[in-house]
Each structure stands twice: as C-alpha cells, then as structure tokens.
T-cell receptor, first 116, second 118 residues
C-alpha cells in the first residue's frame, strides 16, 4: 500500500526566507508524486507533479520539488517566501496516472505560516 | 473555462439522514473522483467514476455510493449519516486533452461541500 508522510504539521518562516516542506513516500511501484496547496475554505490547487524524467520539477508560483528515489523523498522548496504563500500544503502519491483509475494518497498536510 | 463546481457549498444534516452532493467536472474531463477531508487531515479517496461506472473504491462503507451521468457530472450519496461523516467532501475531475498543461491524468479539485452532521 502507498503512504505519504509529511514531516512537520506546522512550518513558520519569515517573509523572504527559504521555504522547505518535507515529504516522504512509500510505494511498491514507481510513483507519481504531487504537491497541492489549499487556501482556507477552498479546494486543492496543483502546484507541481513528477511522473518520469527530470527529477527536479518546477511548478507554479516559484515552487519546485526534487524526486530522490534513494531517499523516497519529494520535498517542496521555494527560495523566497511571500505572505501569499501562507496556506496548507499536501503531498500526494499515486502509482500511475491518477485520472486513469488510480487514487491519490495524501499526507496529513503542512500548514505554512509566513511572518512579516 | 469553468473549473470543477460542487453544490451545495454547505449542508447541515442530523444523524440517520441521507445526503446527496453534486459535482460538475471541468470542461472536457470525463473522470470524476470523490474525496473526504476530515478536519485537520488530508483528503481520503472514496471512489472514482469513469464511463458511468465505479472504477476504483477506497476504504469506505457501502453507505457511500455514487453515480455518474452521461454528461460526466456526478453525485455522491451518503445514507444513515453518522457524526463522523462530518467533513469537507471534495470532487476532482481529470481526463480530456492530451496537450493540457498538466496532462490528462492530473486531478483538478472543486471547492468542496462542507457537511456537518449533528
């Protein structure tokens, strides 16, 4: 069975500082990996995804993530935090294209707080 | 281009009642998935519909059922509501254009329906 662990339920950074949100996954087959963001009282918005190929994936709003198979990790980073980045972030895994019949398995989420 | 829409936005029911939630997928999408997000947790997969059939199901009891219509819209039904069914119910759609920005296998989520069971 697949699973996702997000280290740190809450992360606090200063505006302009590096954002690092950690995600480790477990999967018996090559995974597809995703990061979604959720603003209060809203649905989930895709930030980026990894399927195959280049292990450094760039997403929207300046976010990127690196797939490290040896560490089973897919950490999310952003060089400089902005106040608008304050939200909850979810890492998710599926074992193939999610729209073709396979579910997304989500982590518990990390709430990012950005201090001015 | 309209995204995924869900109705109603909020719903309050009492234990034992039945509820129906509705979802319209993003234009061009043919696959609909439903997720339950309890307070403070990540979303959990309920089931997925494609070509009007349930294709995959998560670990949810038979009280949770669904339907997909020919226009690809979908309903989630929950019978005999329990207090523990209180959650945000999210619908996600996928499929469509192979040239779409994130590909046809990416799920796009709606804003959700907040269900409160008293």
């Amino acid at each position: 069975a697949q699973s996702v662990t997000q280290l740190g339920s809450h992360v606090s950074v200063s505006e302009g500082a590096l954002v690092l949100l950690r995600c480790n996954y477990s999967s018996s087959v090559p995974p597809y990996l995703f990061w979604y963001v959720q603003y209060p009282n809203q649905g989930l918005q895709l930030l980026l995804k990894y399927t195959t190929g280049a292990t450094l994936v760039k997403g929207i709003n300046g976010f990127e993530a690196e797939f490290k198979k040896s560490e089973t990790s897919f950490h999310l980073t952003k060089p400089s935090a902005h106040m608008s980045d304050a939200a909850e972030y979810f890492c998710a895994v599926s074992d193939r294209g999610a729209g073709l019949g396979n579910k997304l398995v989500f982590g518990a989420g990390t709430i990012l707080r950005v201090k001015s | 281009d309209a995204g995924v829409t869900q109705s109603p936005t909020h719903l309050i029911k009492t234990r034992g009642q039945q509820v129906t939630l509705r979802c319209s997928p993003k234009s061009g999408h043919d696959t609909v998935s439903w997720y339950q997000q309890a307070l403070g947790q990540g979303p959990q997969f309920i089931f997925q519909y494609y070509e009007e059939e349930e294709r995959q199901r998560g670990n949810f009891p038979d009280r949770f059922s669904g339907h997909q219509f020919p226009n690809y819209s979908s309903e989630l039904n929950v019978n005999a509501l329990l207090l523990g069914d209180s959650a945000l119910y999210l619908c996600a759609s996928s499929g469509g254009d192979l040239l779409a920005a994130w590909g046809p296998d990416t799920q796009y989520f709606g804003p959700g329906t907040r269900l409160t069971v008293l």
